[in-house]
């Protein structure tokens, strides 16, 4: 074991001594392995960072929430035109039938687009302001947070009073420093009170809408001052459901599908008229789309990391040709084989291993220089760090196997004479 350390030991030097000897043909011999490892790491990190995101916005909004809509998540709309254009938007008559009818849900509500608004207040004017009416229970479904005020009472809902939640971009723009709770706005050119603004939802990869931008009114209210019965082919009206603890999201679905098909009274050999999503239907989509991406990564960043390979051998080469007859020496002093093989196998590890460590380092300042100026959490996760040094080691092993294997096969008088 002590014999192990030191071999250890001197191969670091050694190791520091071939970076230092010739500096130049050291960093272009090891560019290769930090080109690879930043290509293959920093890909993964980025997928995985992504990954995380999708994961957790999934279980912000429930993974355990069915949206039954006009439209599927699942199909290319452009490819069913037709058949989309048929279909009747979700009623809210249909949300009712499902809150009476079926048994294993724990919460439902309803929500219907009704367009591009215009918020004004005193002499400040807001475009892109987007009102949605939602019925009471939508607050639970969506997981809320308030950066100032509550949400619509059930009273209120009932009644349909003309009192909104705002998003935070759009209270930030109309109100800037004031506190927009209580004040009467113009929306449209109706006036409402705001009880509430939501807080920054910020970038998600999925996200049901832009709730930074919302106008929420109760469902009746908006039945005072729209048309919400009109027949849109993009109608973003919905039912979302929950299910209840422990029920199978597959269930649910079933019996939500009884209760959609009674409600429009399809025949048994007619197909659905309408779709029942569920977050994991664009999971599933976008899982695809990162494993292209893995595989892009490990082609681009192989093709490097083959040449760095190539370079590492070379440096290892020309090591064993400068420390022939010190080879020489150390057989003849009684060196065993296994011991210079272990040497020079080592050495190349430590540079390859120098070369990730340096791919790792301007991949996790890439990936902080990139999530301030994107606004997306990027990181360099400790497993991607990992994969990223045991990668190393696998390049140094192989690249300085046979440069090794030659140094400990060398007869010891041959070497002594060179």
Known sequence: MRTIFKVFYESIIQAVQALNANRLRSF??????????????GVLAAVDSLEDNVRGSINKLGDDVLYVQKMSWGEDPGAN???????????????????????????????????????????NNVQGGYLLAVTPEYLDLMNFEFEAGRFFSPTEAAYGSPRIVIGF?????????????????KVGGRKMEVIGVLEKS????????????VILCSYNYARKIANLKQNVFFSNSSVNIKAKEGVNLEDLKAEVRGVMRAERRLKPKEEDDFSINQLSIIANFLDGFFNVLNVMALIIGGFAILVGAF??????????????KLIGIKKALGAKRWVILLEFLIEAIILCVIGGAVGL???????????????????????????????????????????????????PVNAMRH
């Not at 249909?94 to 009818?101: G, H, L, R, V």
């Open 28 to 41: 272009l011999s090891l560019l290769g392995i930090t080109i690879g490892i930043f290509c293959i790491i």
């Open 311 to 324: 370079s590492v051998a070379n440096i290892m080469f020309v090591s064993v040709k400068e420390r022939t």
């Open 169 to 185: 971009e759009l209270a930030e723009a109309l109100f800037g420093t004031v506190d927009p709770i209580g004040k009467e706005i």
């Open 81 to 123: 035109y037709f058949k989309y254009l048929r279909r009747p938007s979700v009623a809210h008559s249909e949300y009712e039938a499902i809150k009476e009818k079926v048994r294993n849900l724990d919460k439902v509500a309803y929500q219907v687009g009704v367009g591009g608004r215009t918020l004004k207040w005193r002499s």
């Open 202 to 213: 910020g970038e998600s990869i999925i996200n049901i809408m832009d709730f930074d931008e």
């Open 361 to 411: 380092g301007i991949i996790a300042l890439a990936l902080t220089i990139l999530t301030q100026v994107i606004e997306f959490d990027l990181y360099l996760s400790a497993a991607n760090m990992v994969q990223g040094l045991t990668l190393s080691v696998g390049i140094g092993i192989v690249a300085g196997m046979i440069p090794a294997i030659r140094a400990s096969g060398m007869d």
